[in-house]
């Protein structure tokens, strides 16, 4: 089946089903789904808004409340992950995913579906080693620190998704894997974002937990986005016993949603014709969400997971045959996933707008179903419970000392995530609000399908395979990268975009923990990489 995968959303709804029918009528082709990889800001009014991580000039509205109201509806079934830039709390509303819009699904914090007998798991959010082993705790209305750290991974979900055994066709994540840009053309990757040299070199680009995830789900293809750039790789994993061959896992990355961007691409993806073309839950997921509901956590204390290290009695949560077999026959061996979409909060009226209209804290009525039917936990109502009972009171001062500590203690052991920023420089921190001038104000707007920006075709052979170590530790001999100069053509449609024009100088602020001179962990705001924001190949849209 043809399958659309596109980088950063954006809240530009209107204008990716425009480029996918522009592409459906240019190539003779039908588009079956489309996958979106993050910062999708399903925005539905003014109170969303709010608890969007973004400076106020880059609060607008959009056009996914369409979609919400009922005044418009997706063309193709469209499924996609959270990422850093997004409406917190309508997605919280969903912690196991769900329906934000007729025809339009997301994933959840952590989630595995099934569409046509293509397997399909995602993990919303990005990595931040100081909030990784907390629970889920935030709720509206937010604060400075809970805006942000809400959507920061955990690792109850990373934990429950390496329960999975099953094969995986296509895992979806906003950040990348830590390393994988070794296994593709990096060196024309370090063309187009130079200013990711110094992380690629010191290995610190990307999220450790996707990486393990990589290394064990193994699936056959693995979309991202976030930094803002598109990106091929093909990564050859070990082979395993019981393997007749060895895996590999083709990952693309792509761009965001603007004028001369690798945005989206058509992918063709392999499904059994006899499968359901209903959206289906995945057993083995439902039977792992039922065998780890007790590990729920929604505090911001820091736990960490079971471990085969004698201190839990059980660390193994992967399922069995019979335990699947179990729950297909309590729910009667149908798992489509109903058409229950709700509308919880007013719609936003353009004729009408309410500027002061504050976020609450919802429950969900698709979540209380999902809940009811499996036996699972709601997060939602167990924090207004314990809300209820005085018992989340003090969590949103333990965020916030923790949040300023670079120092805290990460599962993973060298990981400098929290002293050498993996935050792509392109995007805008919260700090970069009221003190820019209007010519620093970035282009929101997107591409139009037209035959003053046509699209090239590109190969699917993402780029010559890498069998390196599972470490991915850095090779300073360059000569490993591929000379491949195709690259980014691909047998399949694609939005060809190059890069813009734009000579702006404005400088970006970045938040930075890094130490210096041996100074003591405080936050700095410091601009880093200054040269590249005065060349001729840098777009100020990048900031956004």
Not at 89 to 109: D, F, K, R, S, T
Not at 243 to 270: G, H, M, S, Y
């Amino acid at each position: 089946m043809k399958v659309a995968v596109e980088g950063c959303c954006h809240g530009e709804l209107d204008k990716i089903y425009e480029s996918i029918q522009f592409l459906e009528k240019k190539d003779n082709v039908k588009v079956d789904l489309l996958l979106c990889c993050g910062d999708f800001q399903a925005v539905r009014n003014e109170a969303d808004m709010i608890c969007m991580a973004v400076p106020i000039k880059y609060r607008q509205m959009q056009t996914f409340y369409k979609y919400y109201s009922g005044e418009k509806k997706a063309s193709v079934l469209t499924i996609f992950i959270g990422g850093n830039h997004e409406a917190s709390n309508h997605l919280q509303e969903l912690p196991y995913g769900g329906w934000v819009a007729p025809n339009i699904y997301y994933l959840g914090y952590a989630g595995v579906v099934k569409y046509r007998g293509v397997r399909i798991g995602g993990l919303s959010g990005i990595f931040k080693p100081h909030d990784y082993r907390k629970g889920h705790f935030e709720y509206p209305p937010y604060n400075q620190q809970t805006m942000r750290s809400a959507y920061h991974v955990r690792n109850i979900e990373v934990f429950k998704l390496k329960q999975i055994k099953q094969h995986m066709d296509i895992f979806l994540s906003h950040d990348w894997p830590r390393g994988i840009y070794h296994y593709g053309n990096k060196k024309q990757l370090l063309k187009h974002k130079a200013f990711l040299r110094p992380e690629v070199e010191a290995n610190t680009l990307g999220s450790p937990a996707a990486t393990e995830l990589l290394q064990h789900l193994k699936p056959s293809y693995w979309f991202a986005a976030h930094l803002h750039v598109k990106f091929a790789a093909l990564m050859q994993h070990p082979k395993s016993s019981g393997e007749q061959l060895p895996k590999a896992t083709k990952f693309l990355a792509l761009d965001k949603c603007l004028p001369r961007r690798d945005f989206l691409q058509i992918v063709e993806i392999e499904h059994d014709p006899n499968a359901s073309d209903h959206l289906e839950y995945d057993s083995e997921w439902l039977a792992i969400l039922k065998a780890t509901n007790d590990l729920i956590n929604v505090t911001s204390k820091t736990w960490n997971m079971p471990e085969n290290n004698s201190l839990h009695a059980k660390w193994d949560y992967s399922v069995a045959g019979e335990d699947i077999e179990e729950l297909l026959e309590e729910q009667g061996h149908n798992l489509h996933v109903p058409s229950n979409f709700s509308q919880t909060v007013p719609i936003y009226d353009p004729a009408h707008p309410q500027r002061s209209r504050e976020p609450v804290h919802v429950i969900n009525p698709q979540t209380t179903e999902f809940c009811a039917t499996f036996g699972l936990t709601d997060l939602n109502a167990k924090m207004k419970q314990m809300e209820n009972e005085g018992l989340m009171e003090g969590e949103e001062e333990d965020d916030m000392d923790s949040a300023d500590n670079p120092e805290e203690p990460s599962d993973y052991t060298t990981d400098t995530s929290g002293l050498s920023s993996s935050i792509n420089p392109d995007e805008i921190t919260l700090e970069d609000d009221d003190d820019d001038d209007d010519n620093g104000e970035l282009s929101t707007h997107s591409i139009e399908p037209s035959p003053d920006h046509p699209f090239t075709d590109s190969s699917a052979n993402f780029s010559d395979v890498r069998d390196l170590p599972d470490s991915m530790i850095v090779s300073s001999d360059e000569t490993q990268d591929s000379a491949n100069e195709e690259l980014d053509k691909s047998g399949d449609s694609s939005m060809t975009e190059g890069e813009g024009k734009s000579t702006r100088t404005k400088a970006v602020k970045r938040i930075s923990n890094e130490h210096e001179n041996g100074s003591s962990g405080i936050k700095l705001i410091k601009r880093r990489n200054q040269s590249i924001y005065h060349t001729k190949n840098n777009e100020n849209e990048d900031n956004e």
